[in-house]
Nanobody, 123 residues
């Protein structure tokens, strides 16, 4: 069974930073689109950012552009999400996910998911 394992979440004050990590099997990093989604309490799971298998292309939801950065280290089989200038509205459980085809903002296009890591931003 394919496992994606997130870490790095926590409690941070507004304006602060966090870096999330996601570890996954090597074949995922070599061949799959990788993405971050988030789900706030009582809301749907929303797209945050994605990166292609070679790291050459990224995509972000407008609300995080200029504040968040997605990256990957294929040697370490680790996906990252650097989150800066955090706001209260960034509070959510953050999930990493893998898709076999194009970058997509739809959760249904992703085949593999982690268990999530919670991020709480206090105002």
């Amino acid at each position: 069974q394919v496992q994606l394992v997130e870490s790095g979440g926590g409690l941070v004050q507004a304006g602060g930073s966090l870096r999330l990590s996601c570890a996954a099997p090597g074949f995922i990093f070599r061949s799959y689109i990788l993405a971050w989604f988030r789900q706030a309490p009582g809301k749907e799971r929303d797209f945050v950012a994605a990166i292609t298998s070679n790291g050459g292309s990224t995509s972000y939801v407008d609300s995080v552009k200029g504040r968040f950065a997605i990256s990957k280290d294929n040697a370490q089989n680790t996906l990252y999400l650097q989150m800066n200038s955090l706001k209260a509205e960034d509070t959510a459980v953050y999930y990493c996910a893998a898709a076999g085809y194009l970058i997509s903002s739809s959760p249904t296009d992703y085949n593999y998911w982690g268990q999530g890591t919670p991020v709480t931003v206090s105002s």
